[in-house]
């Protein structure tokens, strides 16, 4: 099985304890994982497919807003991933984002966030934990529905930050109980889907594989559809 590689950016400072999770639900998914930083090479060329990782809040000079909670940013980070995230967009890569990524991915389609989500959703307490805590009802007729299924799962949503307006193309997918949303999708293909949760951390769930095994098949037509542009006549 020829399996595709898709590229996962991660934070300099602690990827290093994400990253080799995230490849294990790629293999398991019949992918392969390159780890993406601040310090590497970046060519999209090379990967059928990207993941934009979690880490630190995104600075709101991205979306035109300014700071307006304490919070820890990585700019360096944020321009990498957002035009990472641009292009994939942009040239139809399939692209998943996770937590900050999810953020990212609205950031880079023009949407907005809320920087202190939690203080628009009083009743919803943050959660500190990679246990699933959090109930999040899936939207009826999305693409994640397809994938992993209608019925409300329990995820671990760890983000300060949340989507606000959304970014051009994009949906809902799934809202928690209090009404935040917890993950958008591109409305039509190519495959681009943020989670705001960390289905990396349950890849017991296989509600939460199916996430990986979807852009593992989306990723492994993007490369058959590029061979067949790049192949001689």
Request: positive net charge; hydrophobic residues 45%; charged residues 20%.
């Amino acid at each position: 099985m020829n399996r595709p590689l898709i590229a996962v950016t991660t934070s300099t400072r602690s990827g290093w304890r994400i990253f080799p999770l995230v490849r294990l639900n790629l293999w398991l998914a019949g992918a392969r994982a390159l780890r993406w930083t601040t310090r590497s090479d970046i060519d999209l060329g090379r990967v059928e497919g990207v993941i934009i990782g979690g880490g630190d809040d995104i600075s709101p000079d991205l979306y035109g807003a300014r700071l307006e909670v304490t919070a820890r940013l990585d700019h360096d980070r944020d321009a990498m991933e957002h035009d990472i995230a641009r292009k994939a967009l942009a040239s139809g890569i399939p692209v998943l984002g996770i937590c900050r990524g999810a953020q990212m991915l609205n950031v880079a389609a023009g949407g907005t966030l809320h920087q202190d989500a939690w203080s628009l959703y009083p009743k919803a307490q943050p959660i500190k934990t990679i246990l699933p805590r959090r109930e999040v009802h899936v939207e009826t007729g999305s693409q994640l529905a397809a994938w992993s299924g209608e019925a409300p799962m329990h995820v671990n949503a760890l983000h300060t930050q949340a989507v606000d307006r959304l970014g051009r193309g994009f949906r809902v997918a799934a809202r928690d109980t209090h009404g935040m949303v917890q993950a958008i999708e591109r409305c039509r293909d190519p495959f681009a889907l943020g989670v705001q949760w960390h289905p990396e951390h349950l890849f017991y769930a296989h509600r939460q594989r199916a996430i990986f095994r979807a852009l593992s098949r989306a990723a492994s037509a993007y490369a058959e559809d590029r061979a067949q542009i790049l192949s001689p006549a």
